[in-house]
T-cell receptor
Framework: DVKVTQSSRYLVKRTGEKVFLECVQDMDHENMFWYRQDPGLGLRLIYFSYDVKMKEKGDIPEGYSVSREKKERFSLILESASTNQTSMYLC?????????FGEGSWLTVV | KQEVTQIPAALSVPEGENLVLNCSFTDSAIYNLQWFRQDPGKGLTSLLLIQSSQREQTSGRLNASLDKSSGRSTLYIAASQPGDSATYLCAVFIRNAGNMLTFGGGTRLMVKP
């Protein structure tokens, strides 16, 4: 079974803090993705990566950055967390034509 | 830009009913279409993947069809059960530099005992 693991399920951070969300996959997938999901807005792609050290902006990259130093790990970074970044964050990975999701990370910024 | 729409947004049915969830997309040049299930507070679980060259896929009580020319897919759930209650999302994979999925807004299904 494919496993996509998000290290933190629930986080509460203060405005202005630097936040790291970590994601690890165990299937040697080339592609990795970070989405956020908000009521009424659906799933929106923040960043994706199709190789180590490669990254591409998705639909809503503002306020976020990513890091992919190793193939199995894709990190989402909030440089200075703001309350409008309170959301559920979903990591995913996959080969060329399909995708597998992690369990999600609930982030609350107060 | 590809847009994916799911109708209805919410659906409530009694247990045992057969039901159909709809998904439409604007650009027929898709690589494949995937149906996912999401339970509250959880990630997405893939249910069915239909390649662009296929017309349908079946898994147990689930059957998904694809009509690329009309930009539509349906997910048919036979003999619905309370355990089927969840949000169902469809997503299309288009082949470009990013190999990205575009998601619909989902249909929230409630199956009442």
């Amino acid at each position: 079974d494919v496993k996509v693991t998000q290290s933190s399920r629930y986080l509460v951070k203060r405005t202005g803090e630097k936040v790291f969300l970590e994601c690890v996959q165990d299937m040697d997938h080339e592609n990795m993705f970070w989405y956020r999901q908000d009521p009424g807005l659906g799933l929106r792609l923040i960043y994706f990566s199709y190789d180590v050290k490669m990254k591409e902006k998705g639909d809503i990259p503002e306020g976020y950055s990513v890091s992919r130093e190793k193939k199995e790990r894709f990190s989402l970074i909030l440089e200075s967390a703001s309350t409008n970044q309170t959301s559920m964050y979903l990591c995913a990975s996959g080969p060329v034509n399909t995708i597998y999701f992690g369990e999600g990370s609930w982030l609350t910024v107060v | 830009k590809q847009e994916v729409t799911q109708i209805p947004a919410a659906l409530s049915v009694p247990e045992g009913e057969n039901l159909v969830l709809n998904c439409s997309f604007t650009d027929s040049a898709i690589y494949n279409l995937q149906w996912f299930r999401q339970d509250p507070g959880k990630g997405l679980t893939s249910l069915l993947l239909i390649q662009s060259s296929q017309r349908e896929q079946t898994s147990g009580r689930l059957n998904a069809s694809l009509d690329k020319s009309s930009g539509r897919s349906t997910l048919y759930i036979a003999a619905s059960q309370p355990g089927d209650s969840a949000t169902y999302l469809c997503a299309v994979f288009i082949r470009n530099a990013g190999n990205m999925l575009t998601f619909g807004g989902g249909t929230r299904l409630m199956v009442k005992p």
